[in-house]
């Protein structure tokens, strides 16, 4: 178990995660390389300008996180850092899960996900609403996106009998779509708005894929109900499968294209779906062993960001630039492993972790989930 | 390859076939036993009273079973016998292969079956029109029931285009439902109508399980649209997954009880199918070797009641009273396998089994599919 971070940590944290250029990996990076916040972001000039960048990057004053902090508060919510003990654990496991999330409400651990098309049929809807109620009925929160068509069925569905949360891509001060507002409003109070946006930003498409992968970082399982080939729902299952999630799909007939991608899902594997029981029956109580290998920050321990640097191999320190130019010698554009990268390089682990931090913050590489790494073009 | 079959023979086949007490298992042993129709149907009397029959099997005159060839060549039809050149070779794989049908037009090779509610909606018919006619455009013969519903939608689909073929329960002569009449002239003319009943028989429930069998041995694969727990369709699926055929079925939305059984399929393993090319993607050339394995016919050869006799072990022949006493004595009212019994019998296969085809002659036994016999309460 991890203690509640002080105040002064918590504004650090989330001064260094609304920083220029700091991702969600580097953000894990110079928490597990730093004692605090604020170690972090002292360092953060150095850094940069040691791998390269002419100018420090933009970290906001502490004044401005702490007005964010008080606004949350103001709507009866939290900001929740990655490391803290509120953060919820099931997003923690991912590679790319948000630094800080601004919460409403009250996040449960044992969630599903139910997604679908905006453009859902009234059938489609009433599905999603009526295997909404009963996942909330056995106990089970219900994650959606509060967009149009599914994601609004399954959280008005939840609503009527527990809790319901929904990850929004604005702000968690901001209500979107408009037809919505209620429906966010009601959620916040029953169950839990989070958002990865800070307070205030307006909905742009772009922040959707964020917002998607904490949908399935939430959950356990997720539930697809009428989503056409290659719409956003798909692109949000693949994740959930990608991360260990259990994948649900509910059955359509084949002349509704909105159809297409659910059946899809089931040809390739996933539970079909006709009531909450065939959620129930294959919900496991972790996400899969194979999804947990593959996420670094199992192989560290259960709490992320909190990691202890890989142990240093006993030689002189070498020259730090001659670390750098080797490093972008050996990288590319297309993604390399870190531990391949430490390998080849036959530097130390932990020296050429702190040349890739400062070769990111300089915006020279960029660091992708999966522990990998690229040349940033 | 195996030649046509002279007049006599088939005429002694099909009176041997609308004998009394001739089940197809019965059917197929007494051929593999004698080496024409007409010395079987000369041995049966003496082997049903060694069985412990009273009075001798009915076979009906030749006279009779003359006139039923006549009045379906009349029809342009022709009475199909198994272990003659025409039968259907996917159909004769079954331990229930019929031992005669009435055929009016012409049967093909590759074909598919497709089975459904007869009270299916109108999208449900659409699909399996739809398909029907995509199937038989890609040279696939489409089998089904001629009954309302999802069968005659499956008809008209591959008339539109090419070949199908109707299994019927009732006489060859017979049209049932009254409003399909009209597509099942159109399918004798353009593909095939067959049936295991005998010419003028009106159709009853009972006849409707012999005609699913039949719909399924014809056919490589099932396609299953719209199908409730329970139903005819999930019965004639279940028996051609037993028998080693490909399974498919259409998907549907959970709110309609017609797609419940076919979801269910595809929950346990059947292909999800939303195009003609889900089918053709999994058709397989044969049935699987699994279906062919539990076949007692393929153990002896492809070609059905032409068997040769299994070799005699050299010792003196039994007291063949002593052998049915012994068999009555091992057998009981749940499934025997024949191979077991004469393994505890110590007699010769060849031994056992002239017992058991007398004693089913005599009522006192029944053969059943799978090579297994069970005592008649």
């Known amino acids: 178990m991890i203690g509640p971070l002080t105040a002064a940590e918590q504004l650090g944290r989330l001064r260094l995660a609304r920083t220029d250029g700091v991702g ?3 953000y894990r990076r110079l928490l597990s390389r730093y004692a605090t916040a604020a170690e972090a972001l002292d360092a953060l000039p150095g850094l940069a300008k040691s791998g390269g960048r002419a100018t420090p990057p933009m970290v906001p004053p502490a004044s401005v996180a702490q007005r964010e902090i008080d606004s949350v508060a103001k709507l009866g919510g939290r900001i929740l850092v990655l ?8 997003l923690a496991l991912l590679d790319a899960a948000p630094p800080v999330l601004g919460d409403v409400g009250a996040l449960a651990a044992r969630a599903v996900a139910m997604v679908g098309a905006r453009n859902a049929s009234a059938n489609g809807q009433r599905v999603a609403e009526m295997l909404a ?18 994601d609004a069925a399954a959280h008005a569905g939840a609503l009527s009998t527990g809790r319901t949360v929904a990850a929004i891509a604005s702000g968690i001060d901001i209500t979107y779509p408009p037809e919505n507002a209620d429906l966010q409003r009601r959620v916040a109070k029953g169950g839990a708005v989070v958002t990865e946006a800070p307070f205030g930003t307006a909905p742009q498409a772009r922040h959707f894929p964020r917002r998607n992968c904490v949908i399935a970082g939430l959950s356990l399982g997720v539930v697809v109900v009428e989503a056409a080939p290659q719409s956003g729902s798909l692109i949000t299952a693949r994740m959930a499968q990608d991360e260990g999630r259990e994948l649900f799909a509910v059955p359509g007939s084949p002349l509704d294209p909105r159809c297409r991608g659910s059946n899809d899902l089931i040809r390739s594997g996933a539970h079909l779906t006709e009531t909450a029981a065939d959620v129930l029956a294959n919900l496991p109580d972790h996400p899969s062993r194979e999804g947990l290998a593959r996420s670094p920050m199992f192989a560290h321990g259960p709490l992320p960001g909190l990691a202890e640097p890989p142990p240093e191999a006993v030689s002189p320190a070498p020259n730090p630039n001659a670390v750098r130019r080797r490093v972008m010698e050996l990288l590319s554009y297309s993604p390399t492993a870190v531990d391949d990268l430490i390998r080849r390089c036959q530097f130390s682990a932990s020296v050429v972790v702190t040349a890739l931090l400062e070769l990111e913050l300089a915006d020279r590489v960029e660091m992708l989930p999966g522990n990998q790494v690229v040349l940033v073009g």
């Open 83 to 90: 490391g803290g003990p509120d953060y919820p654990p099931l």
């Open 133 to 150: 109620a009963d996942l909330a009925l056995a106990g089970i929160v219900v994650v959606s996106g509060m967009a149009r068509g599914i």
């Open 24 to 26: 969600p990996v580097t």
